[in-house]
């Protein structure tokens, strides 16, 4: 059973960067297609991006199209979320997900189909 710890979450102005990491311990981080999540302050938790166990296919909330970048690095057992342009609107607390699939072409956003889940890392955006 794979745990995730997310880390690199913090306080930054709009059109700032930041990057936030992943990394899993108790499996092989390679048999799990990977997504991150996040929930603003009295909102439900949404879909921001999904990566395939290989990397090869990646897909994206239509939010953050063009500002986010999702990739992983099997070997480290860590998947990262490169976020730029920043807007105070992404301020949220940023889940990653695992689910056990090696199916690449899989494209679910929904959560109840991750079954692993970090505590999350804050991201606060200011104007």
């Known amino acids: 059973q794979v745990q995730l710890l997310e880390s690199g979450g913090g306080l930054e102005q709009a059109g700032g960067s930041l990057r936030l990491s992943c990394a899993a311990s108790?499996?092989?981080?390679?048999?799990?297609?990977t997504a991150w999540f996040r929930q603003a302050p009295g909102k439900e938790r949404e879909f921001v991006a999904r990566?395939?166990?290989?990397?090869?296919?990646?897909n994206y909330a239509d939010s953050v199209k063009g500002r986010f970048t999702i990739s992983r690095d099997n070997a480290k057992n860590t998947v990262y979320l490169q976020m730029n342009s920043l807007k105070p609107e992404d301020t949220a607390v940023y889940y990653c997900a695992a689910r056990s699939s090696r199916n690449p072409l899989e494209t679910t956003t929904k959560e109840r189909d991750f079954a692993y889940w970090g505590q999350g890392t804050q991201v606060t955006v200011s104007s």
């Open positions: 990566i395939s166990w290989n990397g090869a296919y990646t």
């Open positions: 108790g499996g092989p981080f390679s048999a799990y297609n």
